[in-house]
C-alpha cells in the first residue's frame, strides 16, 4: 500500500459501481482516502429501463445520469475512459489512454450479451446492452415503419419483431413494443395486424423466477394487446431473416431481431486472467476475490452465492446496490484492520414490467401484486434507486410518476 492516504479505484458506474462510490465518500473523510471512479462514458444509465429506449417509450435521455451532477469532482475523481486489463500482481489498471495504481480495487463493469454459440446471433440480431445499442434498436424499428410506407411493394415481413428470450428483459420489452407498436402503426397509417411482436423462448415458461399464476396472468396480458409466444421452441440459428425455430427447423422472419437470452461479465475478467464460471468471478462472502486481500468484485461481473439454495444469487439492480454497501464498507474495516462483514441479501421482492399499465410481482413475504399495484410498485422501485444514487433532486428530475 502507499506510504500516504490509500487510493480506491471503483471500474464501472452502474449500479454497484456509483453505488460503492457514494457509500466510499461517506466512509472517508477527502484526506482518509483518494476515491477514483472510471467509467467508459460520462454518464451513469439505468440498466433496467433500456428496454424501455429499445422500444422508444422512453427517451435515452431519461434513462442517463450525467455522472458529474452525483459526484463533486474535487471529491471523486472522475476519469472517463475504456478498461483494458486489470494487472492484480503490478496492483494497475491499463486503460486505453492511460494506466492507474491502486490499492484497493473494485470491478463492477457490467454485463455483456451472452448468445451461447448460437449461430448468427452476434452477426444478424440486435442486443439489448447499453444505451447506444438500445438507440439503435428504437431507431431500426421506426425505420421499418417508414421503409414499409415509403415502398410500393414493401416486405410484409418487415414489420415483424423477433425477441428471443422470454426472461426478465424479453418481457419486459415486448411488453414495451405491445404499448409502442400501435402508435407507430397510427403515425405511418399502417394497419396494427402488419406489425407482429413475436416472443420465442426455449424453455418450457416464460419469467421462471415467478410462480405459475403470475406468468399466466402475463402472458394473457401481453397476448391480449397483440404479443404472441413460441414457447419451448430453441433457435438454433439466427439468419439475416430471422430466427430457425424448433426441431423443424421453422424459419420465423423478422424486419427486427433481439436478442435477450443471456449476458455474462465483462469480457475484462478473462482479458486479466481471473478464474472465471459462465463468465463470471466467484467472491467469498465479503465479495473479495479468493487469495486477494484487495480487490472486490460486484453485480454482473460476479457471483455470490446463496448458501441456503446453494446457488448463486440472480443479479439484480438491488443485489449489486446492496453488494456496494458491504464493500464499501469492507474496505474502510481493512483500511482500519478491523474485521470484514458477509454479504447477507435482503431480498424485497420481484416486479416485471409488462408495458406502462401492467406489471406483476412477488414482494416481501411473497406478497402477489399484478395490474395497477405492481405498476405503482415498478415505479416506486425505479424512484427509489434514482433516490439512492442522487438523492431527491435526481428523483425529480428523472423519476417515473404517472401510474395510469
Same mark, same amino acid.
Given at each position: 500500500m502507499s506510504t500516504n492516504r490509500p487510493k480506491i479505484v471503483v471500474l464501472g458506474a452502474g449500479y454497484a459501481g456509483m453505488m460503492t462510490t457514494k457509500r466510499l465518500t461517506q466512509q472517508f473523510r477527502p484526506e482518509e482516502a483518494e476515491i477514483v471512479l472510471v467509467n467508459k462514458h460520462n454518464y451513469h444509465y439505468q440498466s433496467t429501463w433500456l428496454h424501455e429506449v429499445a422500444a422508444g417509450t422512453v427517451s435515452h435521455n431519461q434513462a442517463r445520469v450525467m455522472i458529474s451532477d452525483v459526484f463533486n469532482p474535487n471529491r471523486v475523481r472522475l476519469i472517463y475512459d475504456e478498461v483494458v486489463e486489470v494487472n492484480k500482481d503490478e496492483q494497475r489498471v491499463v486503460l486505453e489512454n492511460s494506466e492507474l495504481s491502486y490499492d484497493y480495487l473494485v470491478i463492477s463493469l457490467g454485463f455483456v450479451t451472452n448468445t451461447f454459440g448460437i449461430k448468427g446471433m452476434e452477426e444478424h440480431a440486435f442486443s439489448i446492452e447499453d444505451i447506444e445499442s438500445s438507440q439503435l434498436i428504437r431507431e431500426h424499428i421506426e425505420y421499418q415503419f417508414a421503409k414499409y410506407k415509403s415502398e410500393e411493394n414493401p416486405d410484409e415481413n418487415s414489420l415483424n419483431i423477433l425477441v428471443g428470450g422470454g426472461g426478465f428483459t424479453g418481457i419486459e420489452f415486448v411488453g414495451e413494443l405491445a404499448e409502442q407498436i +400501435? /402508435? @407507430?402503426? /397510427?403515425k405511418y397509417d399502417i394497419d396494427r395486424?402488419?406489425?407482429?411482436i413475436i416472443n420465442v423462448e426455449a424453455a418450457p415458461s416464460i419469467l421462471p423466477m415467478f410462480d405459475k399464476e403470475l406468468v399466466a396472468y402475463g402472458k394473457k396480458s401481453l397476448e391480449d394487446r397483440g404479443v404472441e409466444f413460441m414457447i419451448g421452441a430453441a433457435i438454433s440459428e439466427c439468419? +439475416?431473416?430471422g430466427f430457425v425455430v424448433g426441431e423443424d427447423k421453422e424459419l420465423v422472419k423478422a424486419g427486427t431481431v433481439v436478442w435477450t437470452g443471456g449476458v455474462t461479465g465483462n469480457s475484462v475478467l478473462g482479458k486479466s486472467g481471473f478464474e472465471l464460471t459462465k463468465g463470471k468471478v466467484n467472491v467469498d462472502s465479503d465479495l473479495r476475490i479468493p487469495d486477494e486481500e484487495n480487490i472486490f468484485v460486484l453485480g454482473d461481473c460476479s457471483w455470490v452465492m446463496n448458501e441456503e439454495q446453494g446457488r448463486p444469487y440472480a443479479p439484480t439492480a438491488q443485489l449489486a446496490m446492496q453488494e456496494a454497501d458491504v464493500a464499501a464498507a469492507n474496505i474502510k474495516a481493512l483500511v482500519n484492520n478491523a474485521p470484514l462483514e458477509s454479504f447477507v441479501f435482503d431480498d424485497k421482492g420481484t416486479v416485471a414490467s409488462l408495458g406502462d399499465t401492467d406489471a406483476i410481482g412477488s414482494i416481501?413475504?411473497?406478497? /402477489? @401484486?399484478?395490474? @395497477?399495484p405492481a405498476t405503482a410498485m415498478k415505479k416506486v422501485i425505479d424512484n427509489r434507486a434514482l433516490f439512492m444514487i442522487g438523492g431527491p433532486k435526481l428523483v425529480l428530475k428523472k423519476g417515473k410518476f404517472r401510474v395510469f
Amino acid at each position: 500500500m502507499s506510504t500516504n492516504r490509500p487510493k480506491i479505484v471503483v471500474l464501472g458506474a452502474g449500479y454497484a459501481g456509483m453505488m460503492t462510490t457514494k457509500r466510499l465518500t461517506q466512509q472517508f473523510r477527502p484526506e482518509e482516502a483518494e476515491i477514483v471512479l472510471v467509467n467508459k462514458h460520462n454518464y451513469h444509465y439505468q440498466s433496467t429501463w433500456l428496454h424501455e429506449v429499445a422500444a422508444g417509450t422512453v427517451s435515452h435521455n431519461q434513462a442517463r445520469v450525467m455522472i458529474s451532477d452525483v459526484f463533486n469532482p474535487n471529491r471523486v475523481r472522475l476519469i472517463y475512459d475504456e478498461v483494458v486489463e486489470v494487472n492484480k500482481d503490478e496492483q494497475r489498471v491499463v486503460l486505453e489512454n492511460s494506466e492507474l495504481s491502486y490499492d484497493y480495487l473494485v470491478i463492477s463493469l457490467g454485463f455483456v450479451t451472452n448468445t451461447f454459440g448460437i449461430k448468427g446471433m452476434e452477426e444478424h440480431a440486435f442486443s439489448i446492452e447499453d444505451i447506444e445499442s438500445s438507440q439503435l434498436i428504437r431507431e431500426h424499428i421506426e425505420y421499418q415503419f417508414a421503409k414499409y410506407k415509403s415502398e410500393e411493394n414493401p416486405d410484409e415481413n418487415s414489420l415483424n419483431i423477433l425477441v428471443g428470450g422470454g426472461g426478465f428483459t424479453g418481457i419486459e420489452f415486448v411488453g414495451e413494443l405491445a404499448e409502442q407498436i +400501435p /402508435k @407507430l402503426c /397510427k403515425k405511418y397509417d399502417i394497419d396494427r395486424s402488419k406489425a407482429r411482436i413475436i416472443n420465442v423462448e426455449a424453455a418450457p415458461s416464460i419469467l421462471p423466477m415467478f410462480d405459475k399464476e403470475l406468468v399466466a396472468y402475463g402472458k394473457k396480458s401481453l397476448e391480449d394487446r397483440g404479443v404472441e409466444f413460441m414457447i419451448g421452441a430453441a433457435i438454433s440459428e439466427c439468419t +439475416p431473416e430471422g430466427f430457425v425455430v424448433g426441431e423443424d427447423k421453422e424459419l420465423v422472419k423478422a424486419g427486427t431481431v433481439v436478442w435477450t437470452g443471456g449476458v455474462t461479465g465483462n469480457s475484462v475478467l478473462g482479458k486479466s486472467g481471473f478464474e472465471l464460471t459462465k463468465g463470471k468471478v466467484n467472491v467469498d462472502s465479503d465479495l473479495r476475490i479468493p487469495d486477494e486481500e484487495n480487490i472486490f468484485v460486484l453485480g454482473d461481473c460476479s457471483w455470490v452465492m446463496n448458501e441456503e439454495q446453494g446457488r448463486p444469487y440472480a443479479p439484480t439492480a438491488q443485489l449489486a446496490m446492496q453488494e456496494a454497501d458491504v464493500a464499501a464498507a469492507n474496505i474502510k474495516a481493512l483500511v482500519n484492520n478491523a474485521p470484514l462483514e458477509s454479504f447477507v441479501f435482503d431480498d424485497k421482492g420481484t416486479v416485471a414490467s409488462l408495458g406502462d399499465t401492467d406489471a406483476i410481482g412477488s414482494i416481501f413475504t411473497d406478497t /402477489k @401484486l399484478r395490474g @395497477l399495484p405492481a405498476t405503482a410498485m415498478k415505479k416506486v422501485i425505479d424512484n427509489r434507486a434514482l433516490f439512492m444514487i442522487g438523492g431527491p433532486k435526481l428523483v425529480l428530475k428523472k423519476g417515473k410518476f404517472r401510474v395510469f
